[in-house]
């Protein structure tokens, strides 16, 4: 039986022999026989392999099930790994999230201060935001993606920063934090901004006629002709 099964371990193997004893009957069952019968009742023998059968294909559906999620966990990590923004794994254990993970693009964003924090609570982490934990619960209980702008002080490097995150829901009880750093594009917006406000003011006052006039002391301001 052994030999059978090392040979050719896909196909279930059934005994069928005249006389067995009990101890060799367990014996077969564990060398990896899917059963025995006796030529005494030949009945058995072939509801016996179509339960055999029926095992053997389950149990090959399995495997492949379990390759399967195998190999999809090998892309996911790959494709977290990759990702080009800081992003962190929170798990839900009892009733506290708990980073369980944080691909490159984080590590390096927070020069490895994120080490540290492996295993923390949500809770612990934003204890003086609960703006935070509430997107972390909604996030979770409507399983749906949420986006936020925010200011955020990093406890890694201390630094104050404006992020755009979105916290995506990974069933059955993850919620992944994509974490984009758009402070310097908020500087240049709010300069362009400041810039098309100066020249709609500069635009708007040239409208009504209005002008510098230098004197020999000081300048004189001309609106509608009167000086």
Not at 9 to 37: H, M, N, R
Not at 125 to 130: I, Q, T, V, W
Not at 140 to 154: A, Q, V
Not at 164 to 185: G, M, S
């Amino acid at each position: 039986v052994q030999i059978a099964v090392e040979l050719v371990p896909e196909p279930p193997v059934v005994v069928f022999t005249g006389t067995v004893g009990e101890e060799t009957a367990i014996a077969c069952l564990k060398a990896g026989a899917a059963d025995y019968v006796l030529k005494q009742n030949p009945v058995r023998l072939v509801s016996s392999l179509l339960k055999a059968v029926d095992v053997a294909t389950a149990r090959k559906e399995q495997k492949s099930a379990e390759r399967e999620v195998q190999e999809s966990g090998k892309r996911f990590k790959a494709q977290f790994e990759g990702f080009p923004l800081p992003t962190y794994t929170w798990q839900l254990r009892g009733n506290q999230f708990v980073l369980v993970g944080y691909n490159t693009a984080a590590d390096r964003a927070t020069n490895q201060g994120i080490r540290e924090f492996m295993g923390i609570t949500a809770a612990e982490m934003y204890a003086d935001r609960p703006d935070i934990l509430k997107d972390f619960e909604q996030c979770l209980s409507k399983k749906e993606t949420i986006r936020r702008e925010m200011s955020y002080r990093f406890r890694s490097t201390g630094e104050d920063r404006e992020l755009d995150v979105d916290y995506v829901f990974v069933p059955p009880d993850l919620v992944i934090v994509h974490v984009e750093d758009i402070t310097e594009r908020n500087k240049k917006n709010f300069i362009t901004e400041g810039d098309n406000y100066l020249g709609s003011y500069l635009c708007e006052f040239n409208a009504g006629t209005a002008a510098l006039a230098p004197t020999k002391k000081r300048f004189h301001i001309l609106k509608n002709g009167v000086q």
